[in-house]
């Protein structure tokens, strides 16, 4: 693990690196498309096994390019996933560990959107929620466009907009800067809490051989969960439904081989495995475990399967070495090109971390900030948590052991695993916490928000009245 001093310093420099060109510097690398989908199970899915016709323009894309059986989130929460993403950094080192935190600014991370309009891409995000506003996040820089109107009520405020919404937004965009070199990143919000049953896709066929993995509501739940699960399900092919718009466009456009297309969730969702619904303090399977796919026709291999164990924090320097650009900057994650290109045997990698916090049943606005700093500046996970090929530990901070489980050949169910050794069981907890001190820079947490900006977040269930 690289050391935190020579980490900060190199970040230190790389904004000066960046700006001391009088000019961006253009290269012919492909077009960018990052669709990111919030709150997005990996196993609901249909290209993942799920029993449910849930994803048909996923699928066909993931048979177009290279599905990542085994990718997780770095931390179930919008807000620090989707800077972890854009950054390479856990949140321990790029500042914000729950949502409503803007990333560090002493030093400021550089971001994925910052590399490439200085390599002369057109840079436009179109984001659908309040948790990765760009004031409240610090995800604007390096964007020509960054494009947050909002339209959906939930409790009587302004809080996120619906995936018709964004999708009509970006492709205004796309016809009319598409031919243009472009990094275009459009984020889906509908898969979020409250599910909201789509009657179009209410009704979803069964997918052919997938019988063998159960539907979620053949599990003991009551009537109200199973339709939790149909609604879930629906928001899943609703927004499946745009993604496809998005992606008929760039067929319609003749841009569809010159444009990388990644597509990912921030974190999944726990639908009431082990008596708990949502996301955000536990580290459920059903919640780290994430869908990711890469497609480009001519350059990336169609129906690849890769099971090495990969994440969010790999995006960034993949994106950048199709880009032309191999990634020096000091980041966590690993390029998946040589993973792409099936290299036999695949490179060696490490387990794949991740962690999360407890949030606090209020965040105070901006204007009292210094209080906020001041009391949340010990704030340590409540989660710690790793998976290397079928195994995945866990470390919750009332256990005085890490819980050990083991991951069945998709990646979508964990067992606990049980007559682990005391010494093995040190070893996996020593390993956790070695791994956080060494990633941890021990930031100070930055609330940039305004009162509205609290609403909004409870509103979404984020906070506590």
């Known amino acids: 693990m690289r050391k935190v001093a020579g980490w900060v310093l190199a970040v230190l420099a790389l904004p000066v690196a960046l700006s001391a060109a009088a000019k961006p510097r253009h290269i012919e690398g492909p077009n960018i498309l990052l669709i990111t989908v919030d709150t997005l199970r990996a196993d609901h899915l249909s290209c993942y096994g799920y029993p449910l016709r849930t994803s048909p323009n996923i699928d066909k894309l993931a048979g177009e390019g290279v599905r990542f059986q085994n990718a997780y989130s770095p931390i179930p929460l919008t807000g620090p996933a989707h800077i972890a993403l854009m950054t390479s950094l856990y949140p321990q080192q790029h500042g914000a560990t729950i949502n409503g935190m803007h990333m560090s600014t002493k030093p400021r991370p550089v971001t994925l959107a910052q590399i490439l309009h200085r390599l002369g891409y057109r840079t436009a995000a179109f984001v659908s929620a309040w948790p990765v506003k760009k004031g409240i996040t610090g995800l604007g820089r390096g964007f020509n466009v960054y494009n947050q109107k909002f339209t959906y009520h939930y409790k009587l405020v302004n809080s996120a907009r619906d995936g018709k919404d964004v999708t009509d937004a970006a492709l205004r965009w796309l016809k009319k800067r598409g031919k243009d070199r472009f990094f275009l990143w459009v984020h889906y919000f509908d898969p979020h809490e409250p599910y909201d049953l ?179 500046t010990k704030m340590t996970p409540s989660n710690l948590g790793f998976a290397s090929r079928d195994l995945k530990v866990v470390l919750e901070e009332d256990d005085q052991q890490p819980r050990v489980f083991r991951l069945d050949a998709t990646g979508n169910v964990e067992r606990p695993s049980s007559n682990i050794a005391a010494a093995q069981l040190a070893e996996y907890g020593q390993r956790l916490n070695k791994w956080f001190q060494t990633t941890n820079r021990g930031l100070k947490p930055q609330s940039q928000l305004s009162e509205e900006d609290v609403e909004m977040l409870r509103s979404l269930g984020y906070i506590n009245p």
Request: no cysteine.
């Open 198 to 376: 789509r009657p179009e896709f209410a009704d979803l066929p069964r997918t052919p051989g997938a019988s063998a993995i159960r539907h979620a509501s053949d599990r003991k739940l009551t009537v109200e969960d199973a339709q939790r699960v149909t609604a879930y399900d629906s928001e899943v092919a609703y927004s499946d439904h745009y993604v496809g718009q998005v992606l008929q466009q760039l067929n319609a456009m003749g841009i569809r081989e010159r444009t990388l297309i990644v597509l990912a969730a921030d974190h999944g969702e726990s639908l009431g495995e082990n008596g708990y619904w949502g996301h955000g303090d536990k580290l459920f399977q059903g919640i780290v475990h994430i869908p990711l796919i890469l497609s480009r026709p001519g350059t990336i291999p169609q129906g690849l399967v890769v099971r090495e164990d990969v994440g969010l924090l790999d995006i960034m320097p993949t994106i950048l070495d199709y880009v032309g650009i191999p990634a020096r900057l000091p980041i966590e994650g690993k390029s998946l090109k040589p993973l792409v290109e099936a290299a036999s045997p695949p490179p060696a990698r490490d387990p794949v971390y991740f962690l999360t916090y407890n949030e606090p049943p209020l965040l105070p606005p901006r204007w009292i900030s210094w209080l906020w700093s001041w009391a949340k």
